[in-house]
C-alpha cells in the first residue's frame, strides 16, 4: 500500500509504502535427529524454526544460510523450498512474509544457541515442545506432508551474491 505524506523538514510531498517485512525460515531435518526448534529469546516468546529478517541487498537463501550460523551455529545445506508463508497475522509485531526452505545441518555437533535464540535443540516431529509461535505449527505440519510424500518441495536457486555478479 502507498501513501503520500509531507516531509516535517522541508514540506515536500513524499511517497511511503506499506509492505509485509521479509523473513526467511528454514527447516533443518535430519531422520537421525529430527527437527531443529529454537527457545526465542525475544517477544513473542515461545519455540520457533530459526529464521529471521533478510537484509536489504541481501537473497532469501544468503539470509536463511546466515540466519541459521546466528541463531544455532550451523552451517546449513538448504535441500528445499517448502513454501512462501504471507498472512498478514502470522508474526504479532508487524506484517511479514517469510520464505521457508528446507535444510540439511554439515556440522550437527556444532549446534549452540545464538542470536535470538535462548534455546536450541533438536525434536521429533512428534514430540515438539509448544507453544510454536507465528504459524510455525502449519509450516511443520506442511513439512510433515512432505516426508509422507504427500507434497514436494521446490528447487532452492544457486545462492548470490552481489560478488558474483
Not at 510531498?13 to 527447516?27: F, I, L
Not at 526448534?37 to 541481501?58: C, M, T
Not at 555437533?109 to 514430540?127: K, V
Not at 509448544?130 to 513439512?143: G, K, S, W
Amino acid at each position: 500500500m502507498k501513501s503520500q505524506d509531507i516531509c516535517p523538514h522541508c514540506g515536500k510531498p513524499w511517497s511511503r509504502y506499506h509492505n509485509p517485512a521479509p523473513t526467511a525460515d528454514v527447516v533443518i531435518y535430519t531422520p537421525e535427529l529430527g527437527v531443529l526448534i529454537i527457545r526465542r529469546a525475544n517477544e513473542p516468546i515461545g519455540y520457533a524454526l530459526p529464521g529471521g529478517f533478510i537484509d536489504e541487498g541481501e537473497c532469501a537463501e544468503a539470509a536463511a544460510v546466515r540466519e541459521m550460523q546466528e541463531e544455532t551455529g550451523l552451517d546449513v545445506e538448504l535441500t528445499g523450498l517448502l513454501g512462501v508463508y504471507s498472512r498478514p497475522d502470522r508474526d504479532p509485531r508487524q506484517h511479514t512474509l517469510t520464505v521457508v526452505f528446507t535444510g540439511r545441518p554439515r556440522n550437527a555437533e556444532a549446534l549452540r544457541a545464538g542470536d535470538d535464540a535462548a534455546y536450541a535443540a533438536f525434536y521429533s516431529l512428534n514430540n515438539l515442545p509448544r507453544p510454536l509461535v507465528f504459524d510455525h505449527e502449519q509450516i511443520l505440519a506442511d513439512f510433515a506432508q512432505v516426508l509422507a510424500g504427500k507434497r514436494s518441495l521446490a528447487r532452492v536457486q544457486p545462492l548470490w551474491s552481489r560478488t558474483s555478479m
